[in-house]
């Protein structure tokens, strides 16, 4: 489920400068790009004041003088005239072009940017996800985190492509024909910006109330949202309970209080277009009126008070945008929120400043009194655990459900680290090593196989980009995965979709381990699980395949199998976050403790499978 | 567009579409005058009038724009807020189809697809039914009416225009294709990035174990790349939209001053017309532009009114029958009739015929998939069996009113559902008059809500809130232990007082001290109830008065415990693993450990 949970319902405010300073930080790379993009956007605008000049031109000196009622010109004069108004014409026309070549690289050169900049905070929100600890993944669901580096990045784009550009562009064709309205006639300028004052009225009546009109509608959407997607979730108990009626009428309210929003948001935007374009032709009338004397008294000529109407429509188009301009920042707002608040999430698993080289590892591993709670977890999952294992033993981890022994093997593999105790590899404590180089002498063999995207060779190869095609095909055979490999449509080189989907998991399992023999560590974990699913003759080879990987190395196993059991060096029984009893198998049978307890509920149907 | 549903809606908001529509037709005329008033201004100004008829002019110009706002606002208003009553309309409708579907449906179908289509679709097609069908009509009165006073004022003009500005609807169709495909390459390639992201996020561990962060982050800044490379290859052609259409716009002005100046030059046109023109042009323009935009916005709308329909047409698989019988005055017997289950093809129980008799507690045991769950299930008819028949007091329940039947029931699976409420709320759930009956009375006397609650052993958990039963219990619960969640869920049955209480391993995450003086305390709840449990706790199944074993669908064993341990078959070999396991629980780790984890179990937040 990724829709609608709780920061999910960050609605943003339109500007914050805190995350703007943020944001501008990831375009300064591209200042130059941005700076050319600005440069053609100031042509384009530019171009857009050309045409009621051009009209103005035509008019008084090409029309104006045809239409005094004197034809003085004569037939010549006329012909000479509707050459001219041709060539203004085409000069039109090239403006137009040039215009529009300028709009089109500005919005290129914006895009490039726009998209370079999410690229960049995609990679670097990647890598920082890939630093966090393996318990931040456990927390969030995976379908949040997708969320935050698709559709949230991609939100962010329209801020930086329409949103800031845009809105640059609408101030500067502002600018652009207050200056030319005033330079041509100033007093007719001012006549038509006798308006302007009611103009910034409505505006800012507006823009403070869809503020408000935009909140409400967002809150209580998400609010509907969040309500309807728990009860679809929870249906059944309503159904059960025959409460329809009654989260129906619940569902009406919020539905209800919605709509009430919406109508309000509706209300307030229908009043505003109107009235703006209301007073923009008042400003025509007063234009009319007062030009128009003006006019007639031959203090300017026609072809500038036309100019000037033309002029003072287009001032009203930019200013009826605005509005659009400002839900998009909103929503802009909102994702950088969410985006910086993943981004800010603290690395808790770290590497030390001065990592320490682990010398030739020989795999003795040691816990002392290690102490280990999950986040959120009202218990302790080790209670003060210490034990040694020498190089080259297999030991086996026994114990019920929750009983810890999952645990040990993320603290050894640091994927989190124990709130008391110290946990060493060869006399090191695993904290002052780099994650990176404790790893690679620390291998993991999952019980839940995971494949990625890609061929079973690169699969196989994982932890060892090194290897040849050769000494992958020799991993393979060792652990007998080789001839199910080979019969794969295109053998090494088949690609796996969708985790490996059309491998059984008995074979996903020998893959596993052949990454893992691959990989070459001196100390291997492995979760074991005898899987029901497995045939006869795969389960022999997985045994098998399990018994070849551990040769000659560390091991600590989390045993489901009755072999791994039986040819364990020695089995640790977990019980509570505590080691209960220890020794071998035999032995532990004989002191009918836990271990005998255990043993009669998790291993004596396979003895009996086996011997039947 | 031939979803009927859609014209339904749109059919009951007729009048505000009506009196919309209207508004459209005066605001167009108003808009077609005004450039008229401004000709015979101009005209005048040139003749040299000026003063009183310049200012009667300018003072008709204003009125003509008083008047169009007011329409246009008019028109906005009633299609708009129609468009959102229709959206809320088909909200509440969707909702209230959805309560009507059965359990399976929910898991079939993933909520994050319902919420899709209750978000984006039901958005669309408001859309479609506000702005699109808005601007359809208001946008051909513009261009017809604007082509009829192009034609009063001269032909010829006209003509041009005629061939100019259609290129702008046939740029959006042409260009619109190709930044469609272009468009489906940059989703194929998000696709594509969110799987390669998924997968790393999922496979954490994997990665980190094999140190892999830095290869995954090269081929996810692959990824991104080519993100950027397809969405370049988009904003390319698209980038060429607007610059275009404002090209061809800037055109028609362009001829306008050429063949329209040479008119006016010629004597053939008056200067104030070529400006009416010009404003003709400008009214033309918009139109043609939208056109293109409605068009998309019809293919959406369409789409997402398919989409609901898919959902709408679907029939509950579990329904009232034509003639339903209300239970009136429940007993509590079941019984199971040669019942065979099977989900998509699979069978689950095979021929189960079991009767339990009123007031008696059977218990249900039986590994993990044996069909537990799916037995007890059908009593409540959360599905129906393929073959045989349930019968409650001797009725097939497909018989009986659902709501009658699934009153005098009260089912508690094991993952405890709770609503982002009040626990109050949650629990006052499980009886209609609870809600008012449950409040905490003020003279101290325990509420229906309080004494459910003392059965479920929550009272010492709930003194310990801050707000009591007032206190909200989070997002699905979360605030809660699981078993708390669980008692909370329990309680909510209790108040329900049914006849028939089903328990579906409901207590898996109570304590064992604490799930003993649960029964206790149900016992005598549960006396005279028919009780269906299914459990794995010793104590519990032994006092059931009747045990039944299930194994792979069908009744393996049955009878009482002493007589199933005797007979030394399944039932003995669960009974004795579960006593190991028990055992094992028990074993008391050593004492001597420090305080709690540094983020020990806080109280749940108000």
Request: charged residues 20%; contains cysteine; glycine residues 8%.
């Amino acid at each position: 489920m990724s829709v609608m949970v709780d920061d999910d319902q960050i609605l943003g405010r339109a500007y914050d400068a805190r995350l703007i300073r943020r944001l501008l930080r990831y375009v300064r790379p591209y200042h130059r790009i941005v700076a050319w993009s600005i440069a053609f956007l100031l042509i384009a605008s530019a171009t857009d004041l050309a045409g009621p000049w051009l009209y103005r031109i035509a008019i008084d000196r090409y029309i104006a003088p045809h239409i005094a009622g004197a034809p003085a010109a004569g037939a010549l004069g006329q012909a000479a005239d509707v050459r001219g108004l041709a060539g203004i014409a085409a000069l039109y026309l090239a403006i137009l072009c040039a215009g529009f070549a300028a709009r089109w690289l500005q919005s290129n050169l914006m895009q490039y940017v726009g998209q370079r900049v999410m690229a960049d905070l995609r990679v670097q929100m990647f890598e920082h996800l890939q630093a966090l600890s393996a318990g931040f993944f456990t927390r969030e669901p995976v379908g949040r985190l997708v969320t935050r580096v698709t559709n949230d990045v991609d939100a962010l784009n329209e801020l930086i492509t329409s949103g800031v550009v845009a809105i640059f562009g609408d101030i500067a064709t502002l600018v652009g024909i207050t200056v030319v309205m005033l330079w041509m006639n100033w007093q007719l300028a001012l006549a038509a910006f006798t308006v302007l004052p009611l103009v910034y009225a409505v505006t800012d009546r507006f823009r403070l109330r869809s503020r408000g009109a935009y909140r409400a509608v967002r809150t209580r959407l998400a609010r509907l949202n969040a309500f309807l997607a728990e009860h679809l979730m929870g249906m059944t108990v309503t159904q059960l309970f025959n409460q329809e009626r009654r989260s129906r009428r619940r569902f009406g309210e919020l539905n209800t209080s919605l709509l009430d929003a919406n109508l309000n948001s509706t209300w307030n935007f229908s009043q505003f277009y109107p009235a703006i374009q209301l007073l923009g032709a008042v400003g025509v009338a007063v234009l009319l009126w007062y030009g128009g004397g003006q006019v007639v008294r031959h203090v300017t000529t026609l072809g500038v008070l036309v100019a000037t109407i033309q002029y003072a429509e287009r001032f009203f188009d930019p200013l009826r945008d605005l509005s659009d301009k400002f839900n998009i920042l909103q929503a802009a707002m909102a994702s950088s929120e969410r985006i910086f608040r993943v981004m800010d999430e603290p690395v808790t698993v770290q590497d030390p400043p001065r990592p320490v080289a682990l010398p030739t590892v020989r795999g003795r591993i040691e816990f002392r009194d290690v102490w280990f709670a999950y986040e959120n977890d009202e218990t302790w999952a080790l209670r003060g655990i210490s034990f040694t294992i020498e190089p080259g033993q297999a030991v086996a981890l026994v114990g019920h459900t929750g009983a810890g022994k999952t645990s040990i093997l993320n603290l050894l593999t640091r994927f989190y680290d124990p709130q008391r105790g110290r946990v060493l590899v060869d006399g090191v404590d695993v904290r002052e090593v780099s994650q990176r180089e404790l790893r690679r002498h620390i291998g993991l063999v999952l019980q839940d196989v995971f494949l990625f995207a890609g061929t079973v060779e690169s699969n196989i190869r994982l932890g060892n980009p090194g290897l040849t095609t050769e000494e992958v095909r020799r991993a393979a055979e060792r652990v007998g995965a080789h001839r199910f490999i080979e019969a794969l449509p295109g053998g090494y080189a088949a690609e796996l979709r969708e985790r490996g989907a059309g491998l059984s998991v008995g074979q996903k399992q020998l893959i596993a381990f052949a990454r893992a023999l691959a990989a070459n560590p001196e100390v291997l974990l492995v979760l074991d699980e005898a899987t029901s699913s497995v045939d006869t003759e795969t389960e022999t080879l997985i045994r098998h395949a399990m018994a070849t990987v551990l040769r000659g190395r560390t091991s600590i196993t989390i045993a489901h199998r009755l072999s791994t059991i039986q040819h364990a060096d020695r089995i640790l029984v977990l019980h509570r976050g505590r080691i209960a009893e220890e020794g071998r198998h035999q032995d532990l049978l004989r002191r009918n403790g836990i271990y005998a307890k255990l043993y009669r509920l998790q291993f004596e149907e396979q003895e009996r499978g086996a011997a039947g | 567009m031939r979803s009927q549903r859609f014209w339904q809606y749109v059919q009951r908001y007729r009048r505000a579409y009506l009196i919309g529509y209207a508004a459209s037709a005066v605001a167009v005329a108003m808009a077609q005058l005004a450039p008229w008033v401004l000709r015979a201004a101009i005209d005048a100004i040139q003749r040299g009038q000026a003063g009183g008829r310049l200012a009667g002019l300018a003072g008709a110009l204003t009125l003509l724009a008083l008047a169009e706002a007011t329409m246009t606002y008019v028109m906005r208003t009633q299609i708009l807020a129609a468009a959102y009553r229709i959206e809320s309309d088909l909200r509440h409708d969707y909702f209230a189809h959805l309560q009507r579907m059965s359990m399976r449906f929910f898991q079939r179908t993933p909520v994050g697809d319902l919420m899709a289509r209750a978000v984006n679709d039901i958005r669309a097609v408001q859309r479609l039914a506000g702005v699109g069908l808005m601007r359809s009509v208001q946008t051909t009165i513009m261009l017809v009416a604007s082509v009829a006073f192009m034609m009063t004022l001269s032909v010829r003009l006209t003509l041009w225009m005629l061939l100019v500005l259609p290129l702008i609807t046939l740029l959006f169709l042409g260009l619109g294709r190709e930044i469609h495909r272009r468009f489906d390459q940059v989703q194929a390639q998000f696709a594509s990035l969110s799987t390669r992201a998924q997968e790393n996020f999922s496979g954490i561990r994997v990665v980190k174990a094999f140190a892999q962060e830095a290869s995954e982050s090269a081929r996810f800044q692959m990824e991104v790349d080519a993100i950027v490379r397809v969405n370049m290859r988009l904003a390319r052609v698209q980038g060429v939209l607007w610059p275009a259409i404002g090209l061809i716009v800037g055109l028609a002005s362009v001829i306008l001053l050429w063949q329209g100046g040479a008119l006016v030059v010629g004597g053939q046109l008056t200067l104030g017309q070529l400006v009416q023109f010009s404003y003709y042009l400008a009214r033309l323009s918009f139109p043609m532009i939208a056109l293109g935009w409605i068009t998309n916005l019809w293919q959406q709308g369409r789409a997402s009114m398919l989409r609901l329909d898919e959902i709408f047409r679907i029939t509950p698989e579990v329904r009232d029958p034509a003639d339903p019988i209300a239970l009136t005055a429940p007993r509590g017997e079941i019984e199971f009739r040669n019942v065979t289950v099977a989900f998509d093809g699979a069978p689950v129980l095979h021929d189960v015929s079991l009767l339990i008799p009123e007031g008696r507690t059977v218990a249900i045991v039986g590994a993990t998939g044996s069909g537990k769950s799916t037995l007890v299930g059908l009593v409540p008819r959360l599905y129906d069996p393929v073959q045989g028949e349930v019968l409650v007091d001797g009725h097939d329940v497909r018989t009986l009113s659902l709501a009658s039947l699934r009153r005098a029931i009260a089912l508690v699976p094991q993952e405890a559902f709770l609503f982002s409420d009040t626990l109050h709320e949650n629990i006052s759930l499980g009886r209609d008059d609870a809600a008012t009956a449950g409040a905490p009375n003020e003279d101290g006397a325990p509420g229906l809500v309080a004494a459910a609650g003392a059965v479920s052993q929550l009272t010492a958990d709930v003194e310990g809130f801050p707000l009591k039963y007032a206190t909200v219990v989070g997002e699905r619960g979360v605030t809660l232990s699981g078993g708390q969640r669980q008692r909370a869920a329990l309680a909510r049955a209790v108040i329900r007082d049914p006849r028939i209480l089903i328990l579906d391993d409901a207590l898996s995450s109570v304590d064992t001290d604490t799930e003993r003086r649960i029964l206790e305390q149900l016992r005598a709840v549960m006396a005279s109830r028919t009780c269906l449990i299914i459990a794995h706790r010793v104590s519990t199944i032994r006092d059931a008065d009747w045990i039944v074993v299930l194994r792979d669908g069908r009744i393996a064993e049955q009878g009482t415990h002493d007589a199933l341990l005797a007979a030394g078959g399944l039932y003995a070999t669960l009974y004795e693993q579960q006593l190991l396991r028990e055992e094992l629980e028990a074993a008391d780790p050593e004492a001597n450990e420090p305080e709690a984890p540094p983020h020990a179990a806080e109280v749940p937040r108000a």
